[in-house]
């Protein structure tokens, strides 16, 4: 996505004028097509660099968060199997993409570390791993590829030629009753929200439906709420990444440390400074949440 500038719609191919089915129509089929071209260009991939499994995963969330918006106005039966296929695939990639950053975070902090603190057994254990599942991302990414694309391709293609419905409504209005819906129970979550690991990521899956849902139907509401909105998000969408990293960070040393049998490794292990640096860095974050929580309520009352 580019970078929004302050006066510009988030999709100018769309007007107070066009109809429903049209307007869902017009994104569903870029969302597709985003993601089949960025399938297209690495799917004989040997390597799946963390970038690209970024790419694939936000091409993804992208297209779940449009037909989530629209399944209930489009075709259930075209949409339901893309649907189903994509969150296959955003799935898939998901322990690659966890243990990348697991690696890289210890890797860190073992170059910033002293020889006594840092410990590159952690960070072998870690990287194999992650190895581990890159390769069953890149036997997955080869085997499913090209049907995927196909797939994809298909499903716009049939919108393409999808007559017109009529409808008594324009995009536009059904856009701000949609909108009004998905702010009223993002209200009720930002509220009401309890600071265990399971609700943060709860609520951190309500923001990203909030955040592109933007994307599809901000144009309802004024730029510079919309797009003030918008950065909040992103912000809240961040640390809750991390935090929900931390929590699998420290949740897998002690996995480790459980499972090592050699007693002496272990202890070195379950007191290295590894662990405790993430557990802080946990709590540092849960405190940025709470003071992102409160910024951000003015900003849904719209």
């Known amino acids: 996505m580019t970078i929004k500038q302050p006066n510009t719609p988030w999709q100018p191919e769309i007007n107070h004028e066009t109809s429903l089915s049209d307007g869902y129509r017009n994104i569903l089929i870029k969302r597709l097509q985003s993601l089949g071209k960025v399938l297209q260009k690495h799917n ?20 779940i968060c449009a037909i ?11 949409l339901v199997k893309p649907l189903v296929r994509t969150k296959n695939l955003m799935d898939h ?6 243990w990348d ?122 730029v510079e709420t919309s797009h003030s909105l918008y950065d909040s998000l992103k912000k809240g ?5 991390a935090i929900n990293d931390l929590y699998f960070h420290i949740e897998q040393i002690t996995f480790i440390d459980a499972s090592l049998k050699n007693k002496s490794l272990e202890e070195g292990l379950l007191k290295k400074s590894f662990l405790k640096h993430c557990q802080q860095l946990l709590e540092t974050n849960i405190g940025l949440f709470r003071t992102w929580q409160e910024s951000t309520k003015h900003l849904i009352e719209i």
């Open 101 to 222: 950053v697991f690696y890289n975070a210890c890797k860190t902090y073992n170059n910033q570390s002293t020889s006594e603190n840092n410990n590159l057994f952690l960070q072998g254990a870690i990287w194999a791993n992650q190895n581990r599942f890159e390769k069953e991302a890149i036997i997955y990414m080869r085997a499913k590829a090209d049907k995927l694309i196909s797939r994809l391709l298909k499903t716009s293609s049939k919108l393409f030629t999808t007559n017109n419905e009529p409808v008594s409504i324009s995009f536009f209005e059904w856009s701000k009753l949609s909108l009004m819906k998905i702010v009223d129970d993002f209200k009720n979550s930002i509220n009401t929200i309890a600071y265990s690991k399971e609700e943060l990521h709860a609520f951190r899956l309500k923001i990203k439906f909030l955040r592109y849902g933007l994307e599809i139907i901000g144009d309802v509401i004024p």
């Open 93 to 98: 990639f998901g322990p690659m993409r966890n």
């Open 237 to 241: 969408q961040a640390i809750l990444g």
């Open 68 to 78: 989530k918006l629209f399944k209930q106005v489009g075709s259930k039966k075209l």
């Open 44 to 63: 004989k991939t040997n390597t799946l660099s963390p970038k690209l499994v970024h790419k694939i995963r936000v091409g993804s969330r992208r297209l």
